[in-house]
């Protein structure tokens, strides 16, 4: 199919049940959403922490904290101000002790033969150590097929934002319905979506504004509690200061860990 056409999907499907981590590992064929699934089933977990922290040291002593409770780890490496390539070697050392996934939060947004380059190469290599990355549709098809010209062949993973958590978000309605439209055609790549709800079958739902009390952070953020977000068909919570802002992130880290199971739990 030209990249030009996509077809508007059908009205949105309503979430209706509950199927669990391991039995959904079938229904997909990219290795990273294989093992993403299963590492949830393993170590009974649904939680992604957010881990925004700006400096190097931080942000591994943060993994020592967080590793045994999570999924996966999602990073904003070009926010740590003291970034050398060592800390590419320690994080996959850290994902794989701790057994979890690097989730990069790039989100693309160029066209593909640019975000190509940015994806491969620059300072930060990121498809040479993130499992996931994630794109704005805004560009349109072309992005996806740039992205995963670079990632594909690794086995590595995509999700697109049909959603946002932030208050007055352009990516709503025909926008939201075009992005799904968009993952469809391109199903072994893109595993998922940033999204605040259950959005199409046979996707991973990720849900960032995540925290134990409803609410905002006054610069747009709105916070959904982890029981909300798992009863509105999301797989994975991602919570970011609710964690690393708390005195002890790691047992801040298992209170969400055992909200976000219980949820899912009580779903089956
Ligand atoms: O719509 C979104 C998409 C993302 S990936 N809203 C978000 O907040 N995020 C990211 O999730 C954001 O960049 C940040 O890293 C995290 C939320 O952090 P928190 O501190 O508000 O939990």
Known sequence: ????????????????????????????????????????????????????????????????????????????????????SSMIKQLKELASQYDFLLFEDRKFADIGNTVMHQYEGGVYHISDWADIVNAHTVPGPGIIQGLKKVGASK???????????SSGTLATGD?????????????EFVIGFIAREYLAPNFLHFCPGVQMQEGGDGMGQRYITPKFAIEAGIDVIIVGRGIYKADDPGAQAQQYKKAGWDAYQEQL
């Open 1 to 84: 199919m030209h990249i030009q056409d996509i077809p508007t999907p059908p009205q949105k499907p309503v979430y209706e049940r509950r199927i669990s981590y391991a039995d959904r590992i079938a229904d997909f064929k990219n290795p990273t959403a294989k093992k993403l699934l299963a590492t949830i089933a393993r170590k009974q977990t649904n939680l992604c922490v957010a881990a925004d922290v700006t400096s190097c040291k931080e942000l591994l002593e943060l993994i020592h904290q967080v590793g045994p409770h999570i999924c996966m780890l999602k990073t904003h490496i070009d926010i740590l101000h003291d970034f050398h």
């Open 155 to 165: 086995g590595r993973a995509l999700l697109l934002l049909p959603q946002m958590s």
């Open 175 to 187: 926008y939201t319905q075009k992005t799904i439209a968009m993952a469809t055609q391109e199903h």
